[in-house]
């Protein structure tokens, strides 16, 4: 198993900073009783929201990914429990990065790019029009 170091640093930093927008949106937009009673389901949905994000932002296919951050929260739920959430939210992001950077897992596929699918301008030209 690889494990790409630059798409982990990226994956926590995206998801970090997801999360980070919208518990602060979250918590500006509604009563702290809410979270008390809906918090169970809020949050989780939230964390697959901000993985989404991720995905769409690193460019990883969107059905692995959401799979990793279900199974990345999973281990979180003790430290919720025993009233940590924080810690919970750090173990998350560490293993939903984790995730994220181990091998081709979600990584897009390349497909049949061609060189003129990462060039622009009159330099594809060339690749495309044989010239």
Do not use: E
């Amino acid at each position: 198993m690889s494990l790409n170091r630059s798409l982990l640093w990226r994956a926590a930093a995206v998801q970090t900073a997801a999360v980070a927008v919208l518990s602060i949106v979250l918590a500006l937009a509604l009563p702290h009783s809410f979270f008390k009673h809906w918090g169970w389901i809020s949050g989780p949905a939230a964390w697959m929201a901000c993985a989404a994000v991720t995905a769409r932002v690193l460019h990883l296919r969107p059905w692995p990914t959401l799979a990793g951050a279900a199974l990345a929260g999973l281990p979180a739920i003790p430290a919720v429990v025993l009233g940590v959430h924080w810690l919970g939210a750090v173990i998350a992001v560490g293993l939903f990065a984790l995730w994220c950077a181990s091998g081709r897992r979600g990584s897009t596929p390349k497909g049949n790019r061609t060189p003129a699918s990462s060039v622009k301008g009159s330099r594809a030209d060339r690749y495309t029009m044989g010239a």
